[in-house]
């Protein structure tokens, strides 16, 4: 009598990543087709996996939209996060060319209902980002200017605002890289001659110390 060896660790583990990947493009063919509603049978089609295999790789929609979230981001080679306001701004036209390499999955997670209940479930994580690379003029603001300066920059370093500035002022990608670098430029300039105005201490580690210790106080 003979027995069939039973799969290693790995082979399973490799061959669950193969079935991740193929599900991940899958939704990327449906997304791109703009075929309607994702459901898993049409993921299943749209994938050649089987819809109780998808079922136990991902128990809901939202898990397989997350999913892709990250596949996305990775597949465009987004940058790592800014850490500086300098960073942030020479980051727009890299950010706004992957948006363009893959526009009709970009534009599609910005519509599907799926697609922005996931990009609204990563919202505070990309406020965090933001606020890290701000941390030297936001430390030196008051509450209601943190709002102002974070909000118009959020809105112009989006995918959103990206495709906004191309569709209503029919701006090119790079065009429309150059006008947000321009604008949010404008907003950091502006906060910084604020903070001088008012006599707080100037940006860096020294200012922010020193800021924080009279607020504090």
Not at 43 to 52: D, T
Not at 121 to 128: G, K, L, Q
Request: proline share 5%.
């Amino acid at each position: 009598m003979t027995t069939q060896a039973l799969p290693s660790a790995s082979a399973r583990t490799d061959l669950a990543v193969l079935t991740r990947e193929r599900i991940m493009r899958g939704l990327a063919d449906l997304l791109a087709s703009a075929s309607g509603d994702v459901t898993f049978r049409a993921l299943s089609q749209a994938s050649g996996v089987p819809e109780r295999t998808i079922y136990r790789h991902y128990a809901t929609k939202e898990a397989v939209f997350s999913e892709f979230w990250m596949w996305l981001n990775t597949r465009l080679g987004m940058p790592a996060p800014p850490k500086s306001p300098e960073d942030l701004v020479e980051q727009v036209p890299v950010v706004f060319a992957a948006f363009e390499a893959g526009e009709p999955l970009v534009r599609a997670m910005l519509h599907d209902a799926h697609g922005r209940a996931t990009r609204l479930a990563h919202t505070e994580a990309r406020r965090a980002k933001l606020r890290d690379a701000l941390g030297d003029i936001l430390v030196a603001l008051e509450p209601a200017d943190q709002r102002r300066l974070l909000s118009s920059i959020q809105v112009l370093f989006s995918a959103a605002g990206w495709e906004n500035m191309k569709d209503y002022w029919d701006n090119t990608s790079d065009q429309a890289a150059d006008a947000a670098q321009w604008a949010i430029r404008a907003l950091i300039a502006q906060a910084q001659r604020k903070i001088r105005q008012s006599g707080k201490p100037a940006a860096g580690k020294e200012g922010r110390a020193v800021w924080t210790k009279r607020r504090k106080g």
